[in-house]
């Protein structure tokens, strides 16, 4: 079983909709969770961070966390085109003794007009 | 405040060539990474920096990859000899301390034909 994983997509939302972007890890042990944005050819951009269960909020983005089902997703309400890009998330490894990050393979999301 | 700066942006190199890459962290920032992403993939850790040392290289390819951060700010990243494999995106980021947030540089990508 790979450490993060997520749907690679692509994920298709109409302009306006809700996107639901999903992730599950595998070591029960994991505390904190982040959202990375890449746009095509750019690098990665932190946009969320989570450290407890339940939801944050942040603008047009919510994080969700369920540590007891090893689950974080990331929704994005009011999608706009500008959103189109992979999202990945990222989950810290407990077996390091720093805050190691392992990336899951991303999600492809594209807003349609 | 710039960011992470990276060069080459580009290169294309024979197998068996080598190459290396460089990086200028964010000024201030003690923790300096490697990271490789291949096409479709998340970023994979290759080799952890705090100020001039490598305190996780577990991920590094010695036979072939070595890097060095020489007084605890640049950073080279080589590869000797390329081989088509090694095809990817490299990815400088730096953060100002372990667990802070990663800032990622807008990586240099390789084609090794």
């Known amino acids: 079983q790979k450490e993060v994983e997520q749907n690679s997509g692509p994920l298709s939302v109409p302009e306006g909709a809700i996107a639901s972007l999903n992730c599950t890890y595998s070591?029960?042990?994991?505390?904190?969770f982040f959202w990375y944005r890449q746009y095509s050819g750019k690098s990665p951009e932190l946009i969320m961070f989570i450290y407890s269960n339940g939801d944050k909020e942040d603008g047009r983005f919510t994080a969700q966390l369920n540590k007891a089902s090893q689950y974080v997703s990331l929704l994005i309400r009011d999608s706009q085109p500008s959103d189109s890009a992979t999202y990945l998330c990222a989950v810290s490894d407990p077996k390091t003794s720093y805050d190691k990050v392992i990336f899951g393979p991303g999600t492809s999301l594209s807003v349609i007009p | 405040e710039a960011g992470v700066v990276q060069s080459p942006r580009y290169k294309i190199i024979e197998k068996k060539q080598p190459v290396a890459f460089w990086c200028n962290p964010i000024?201030?920032?003690?923790?300096l990474y490697w990271y490789l992403q291949n096409l479709g993939q998340g970023p994979e850790l290759l080799i952890r920096?705090?100020?001039?040392?490598?305190?996780?290289d577990s991920q590094l390819p010695k036979d072939r990859f070595s890097a060095e951060r020489l007084k605890g700010v640049d950073s080279t990243l080589k590869i000797q000899p390329a081989e088509l494999g090694d095809s990817a995106v490299y990815l400088c980021a730096s953060s100002r301390d372990s667990g802070n947030t990663i800032y990622f540089g807008e990586g240099s990508w390789l084609t090794v034909v």
């Open positions: 000024s201030g920032h003690n923790t």
């Open positions: 920096y705090e100020n001039e040392e490598a305190v996780d």
């Open positions: 070591d029960r042990g994991s505390q904190s």
